[in-house]
């Protein structure tokens, strides 16, 4: 279960006992804090797991069984994340985007990456224009989803 306090933290506790190995393993891992949110009407924890060789480890709830569980797959939908929140989840239905992967804010780029959550590969594409400041400095962030222009 969690809960999110009037101070935007969030308290994780495991309901009928400890946490599972990899959910644990994972907290060890992880760049930053976790992200709760829904996606095709399943609840799913996120983590960003390196600050060079991006990786994210997604789970979601298992109620059969009762605990998080470690997914690799989306259903074919597409997370994008910012630099520490959530953005979208994009169905299967969307045009232009890789299923089962999340795209993340690269802040150090300005740019994002791509990474599959089927093959555990990591793309990165810093942001090119007129007048970029250059890596390793700050960038706004923006994200244009391609549901905003689809005409379904």
């Given amino acids: 279960m969690a809960s999110?306090?009037?101070?935007?933290t969030m308290e994780l506790w495991m309901l009928g006992g400890g946490f599972d190995k990899d959910l644990e393993e994972t907290l060890k891992?992880?760049?930053?804090?976790?992200?709760?949110r829904e996606c095709g009407g399943e609840p799913l924890l996120i983590w960003k797991v390196g600050r060079i060789d991006l990786e994210y480890k997604i789970f979601w709830w298992d109620?059969?069984?009762g605990k998080s569980v470690?997914?690799?797959?989306?259903?074919?939908?597409?997370?994008f994340i910012g630099y520490d929140d959530f953005v979208a989840c994009l169905g299967p239905d969307v045009?232009?985007?890789?299923?089962?992967?999340?795209?993340?804010?690269?802040?150090?780029?300005?740019?994002?990456?791509?990474?599959?959550?089927?093959d555990g590969t990591c793309k990165c594409f810093p942001a090119q224009y007129p007048s970029?400041?250059?890596?390793?400095?700050?960038?706004?962030?923006?994200?244009?989803?391609?549901s905003l222009f689809c005409d379904y």
């Fill in 95 to 118: 045009p232009g985007i890789r299923a089962d992967c999340v795209y993340g804010s690269l802040s150090w780029s300005g740019g994002w990456s791509e990474y599959s959550l089927i």
């Fill in 70 to 79: 470690m997914t690799t797959i989306l259903g074919g939908r597409t997370l």
């Fill in 63 to 65: 109620f059969n069984v």
């Fill in 29 to 36: 891992e992880a760049v930053g804090g976790s992200l709760l």
């Fill in 132 to 146: 970029e400041p250059g890596v390793g400095f700050g960038r706004p962030q923006v994200w244009v989803l391609p």
């Fill in 4 to 8: 999110l306090p009037k101070d935007n």
